[in-house]
C-alpha cells in the first residue's frame, strides 16, 4: 500500500467520523425531543389539558403526543422527496432546525391559566411541527450516513445511529428523573417541567453548526450532474413495481418488525415488571437502564455481523427469535420476579433480540432502493412502519390484555406479526449487503 494511498484512507475515515458525528448528534436532539415530550406526557395533562378527570386530562396530553406519531408519515413523504430533488444536507438541515424550534416554543409556552384554550391549540401545533420534522430526519438521516459510509463495512459504520433511540431516552428519562429529585413537586409543575426543553436550544446550536460543516454525499453528487434525477420521486417509487415491493418489505419486515420489538423490549416490560410483577419502581427503572445500556454495544455488533454473514441473515434471525420467545420471556419474568440476576439477563436477553432487528436497518434502509429516488423510497414506509404500527401497538396491546382479562394476552398481536413478517422477508427479502449505492 502506498504513501498516498494511506493518506487517502486517513482522511476518508476522518470525514466519515466528522459526518457521523453530525448525523448522530443531530439525530439523537431530534429523538431527545420526541421523547422528552412523551416522559412529561403526565404533566402537561393538568398544565394544558385541566379537567376534573385526571384520566380525561391524562389521555388528551397522550393524544397529543400521538399526533405527532401520527403525521410522522406526511413529513416523510414531504421531506423524502425534497431530498431527491434538492439533496440530502439541504433537509437535513430544514429538519434539524424545524425540531428545535418547535421543541424550544414549547418550553416558553403559557399553560391553560395564562391564556384558555391558546394553550393547548399551541401545544398541539408544535407537536405537528415535531412530528413532521421527525418524518424527515427520522429516515432521510440514515440514508445521508449510508452514501457517506462507502462500499465496504457499510452495516457497522451506520450501526450507531441505531443507538439515537436509546440514548435519548436514557438522556431524556435520567435529566427528569434529576429534576425530579432537585425541586418539590409544586417547583417542577411550575417551571422545572420547562428546563428540558430550553436545554434543547444549546443541543440545537451545537447539533445545528456541526450540521453546517457537513456536505452533500457523493452518490447525490453524482446523480445531479447526470440527466437521471427524479422530478417527482414518490410518485416515480410508487409506479414501479419492483420498488413497491421494496417499500412494502421496509414497511413490514423492518421497520415495523423493529417498532414491535422496541415497544415490547424497552416499553413494555417496563409496565409489565412494576404491574404485574410487582417489582419496586426505583428496580424496575434501573433494570431498563441496564438493559438500554447493553442494546448499545450489541447493535454495533449486529451492524458488524450483518456485514460478515449478509443483513438478510441478522434481520430475520432476529425477527424468528422475537416471535419465538417473547411469550415465553413475559411468562418468565412473571413467574420469577424474586430473582433480579434472572430479570436482568432476560431483559438483556431481549435486547440482543432487538440488536439483531435494528443493527443493520440504517444500511438496509438505503441499499434496497435505487438512488434517484432513495431517499422518498426509505422513508416513507419506515416512518409508516414506526408512526402508525409502532405508535399504535401499546394501545392494541392494553386493549387486548383488557379483553382476556390478562397481562400477557395482548403479547400475541406482536408475536404474530413478528412471525408474519420473519416469513415475508425469509422468502422475499433480497441480500443487500454488495450493493453499489451509486445505481
Not at 391564556?115 to 407537536?127: D, H, K, Q, T
Amino acid at each position: 500500500m502506498t504513501a498516498t494511498h494511506v493518506s487517502e484512507t486517513q482522511a476518508s475515515s476522518h470525514s466519515y467520523r466528522k459526518v457521523a458525528v453530525a448525523a448522530c448528534f443531530g439525530t439523537f436532539l431530534e429523538w431527545y425531543d420526541f421523547l422528552t415530550f412523551a416522559t412529561l406526557a403526565v404533566v402537561f395533562g393538568p398544565l394544558f389539558f385541566p379537567s376534573s378527570d385526571p384520566s380525561t386530562a391524562l389521555l388528551a396530553s397522550l393524544a397529543t403526543f400521538g399526533v405527532g406519531m401520527v403525521v410522522r408519515p406526511i413529513g416523510a413523504a414531504i421531506f423524502g422527496s425534497i431530498g431527491d430533488r434538492i439533496g440530502r444536507r439541504p433537509v437535513f438541515m430544514i429538519t434539524i432546525a424545524l425540531m428545535g424550534f418547535a421543541t424550544v416554543c414549547v418550553g416558553f409556552l403559557p399553560t391553560y391559566a395564562q391564556v384558555g384554550i391558546w394553550a393547548p391549540i399551541l401545544l398541539v401545533s408544535l407537536r405537528l411541527l415535531q412530528g413532521l420534522s421527525a418524518g424527515g430526519e427520522i429516515g432521510g438521516s440514515a440514508v445521508y450516513l449510508t452514501e457517506h459510509a462507502g462500499e465496504s463495512n457499510r452495516g457497522f459504520k451506520t450501526s450507531f445511529l441505531q443507538l439515537m433511540g436509546p440514548l435519548g431516552i436514557l438522556v431524556s428519562t435520567l435529566q427528569i428523573a434529576v429534576l425530579q429529585s432537585y425541586l418539590s413537586p409544586e417547583e417542577f409543575l411550575s417551571w422545572g417541567w420547562r428546563v428540558p426543553f430550553w436545554i434543547s436550544l444549546i443541543l440545537l446550536v451545537i447539533a445545528f453548526k456541526a450540521r453546517m460543516a457537513l456536505e452533500e454525499t457523493p452518490v447525490y453528487l453524482q446523480l445531479s450532474k447526470s440527466a437521471t434525477q427524479s422530478k417527482h420521486p414518490l410518485r416515480d417509487n410508487l409506479k414501479d413495481p419492483e420498488t413497491r415491493k421494496r417499500m412494502f418489505l421496509l414497511f413490514f419486515c423492518i421497520s415495523a418488525g423493529g417498532a414491535v420489538m422496541f415497544f415490547c423490549v424497552q416499553v413494555y416490560t417496563s409496565i409489565f415488571l412494576k404491574t404485574s410483577v410487582k417489582l419496586a419502581p426505583q428496580l424496575v427503572d434501573q433494570l431498563s437502564v441496564y438493559a438500554t445500556v447493553a442494546l448499545l454495544p450489541l447493535t454495533i455488533f449486529a451492524g458488524w455481523l450483518s456485514d460478515k454473514i449478509g443483513r438478510k441473515p441478522v434481520v430475520v434471525s432476529g425477527l424468528i427469535l422475537g416471535a419465538t420467545l417473547i411469550l415465553p420471556a413475559f411468562h418468565f419474568l412473571q413467574s420469577n420476579g424474586e430473582s433480579t440476576l434472572l430479570i436482568a439477563l432476560v431483559l438483556i436477553g431481549l435486547s440482543a433480540i432487538l440488536a439483531l432487528v435494528v443493527g443493520p436497518q440504517t444500511a438496509l434502509l438505503a441499499e434496497l432502493f435505487p438512488a434517484k429516488t432513495r431517499n422518498s423510497a426509505a422513508t416513507l414506509p419506515h416512518n409508516l412502519a414506526a408512526g402508525w404500527i409502532g405508535g399504535l401497538l401499546p394501545l392494541i396491546v392494553t386493549w387486548l390484555n383488557q379483553q382476556w382479562a390478562s397481562t400477557i394476552a395482548g403479547l400475541w398481536y406482536p408475536t404474530i406479526f413478528l412471525a408474519s413478517g420473519a416469513v415475508l422477508a425469509l422468502l422475499y427479502l433480497p441480500e443487500t449487503k454488495a450493493v453499489r449505492l451509486d445505481r
